[in-house]
T-cell receptor, first 114, second 109 residues
């Protein structure tokens, strides 16, 4: 069964460093998302991406964040200058156009900022 | 912003018992989704609901989309140890999902 994959599974970085989190969505899906989950809290929406552009973003998704679909398979989230409060699980999700609103999540990347 | 109130926060039940949890919102949603999350993993989609009043089953799971479009419930029948985990409701005003805080289910074998 097709699934969303994410790399790395765990990323440790120093405050102020740039990180890139990678996702490979399910191959025939057209909508892509990033969410984050701070330890012990609920999942929070960051950004949605469709047709090579951002369609929605939350207040969390400020100028330090960017997303890109550099080729036909990868979807990336970049944090330019990490802060301690960016430590969280980051989940990528994808959705097929003909199964509206059913978002399938990857296993997540645990980002630890020290 | 929009928030979902999910209850109960946690529950302990005996194996074989039925479980019920629900979500309410002050806003109307177009879609309700229920996810299960195991420790260290991503949320796994259990059931998606699209129409007010819709009742949908997936094995031992049953979920309903409230008539007012502001609430949803999830029932698990005859719980088993592998049902342990955190269950999240998620409402969809547009394309993004708004998640509840989760119901942590623990089953005593």
């Amino acid at each position: 069964e097709p699934e969303v994959t994410q790399t790395p599974s765990h990323q440790v970085t120093q405050m102020g460093q740039e990180v890139i989190l990678r996702c490979v969505p399910i191959s025939n899906h057209l909508y892509f998302y990033w969410y984050r989950q701070i330890l012990g809290q609920k999942v929070e929406f960051l950004v949605s991406f469709y047709n090579n552009e951002i369609s929605e973003k939350s207040e969390i998704f400020d100028d330090q964040f960017s997303v890109e679909r550099p080729d036909g398979s990868n979807f990336t989230l970049k944090i330019r200058s990490t802060k301690l409060e960016d430590s969280a699980m980051y989940f990528c999700a994808s959705e097929a156009a003909d199964r509206d609103y059913e978002q399938y999540f990857g296993p997540g990347t645990r980002l630890t900022v020290t | 912003g929009q928030q979902l109130n999910q209850s109960p926060q946690s529950m302990f039940i005996q194996e074989g018992e039925d479980v019920s949890m629900n979500c309410t919102s002050s806003s109307i949603f177009n879609t309700w989704l229920w996810y299960k999350q195991d420790p260290g993993e991503g949320p796994v989609l259990l059931i998606a609901l699209y129409k007010a009043g819709e009742l949908t089953s997936n094995g031992r799971l049953t979920a309903q989309f409230g008539i007012t479009r502001k609430d949803s419930f999830l029932n698990i029948s005859a719980s088993i140890p592998s049902d342990v985990g955190i269950y999240f409701c998620a409402g969809q005003p547009y394309r993004n999902l708004i998640f509840g805080k989760g119901t942590k289910l623990s089953v005593k074998p």
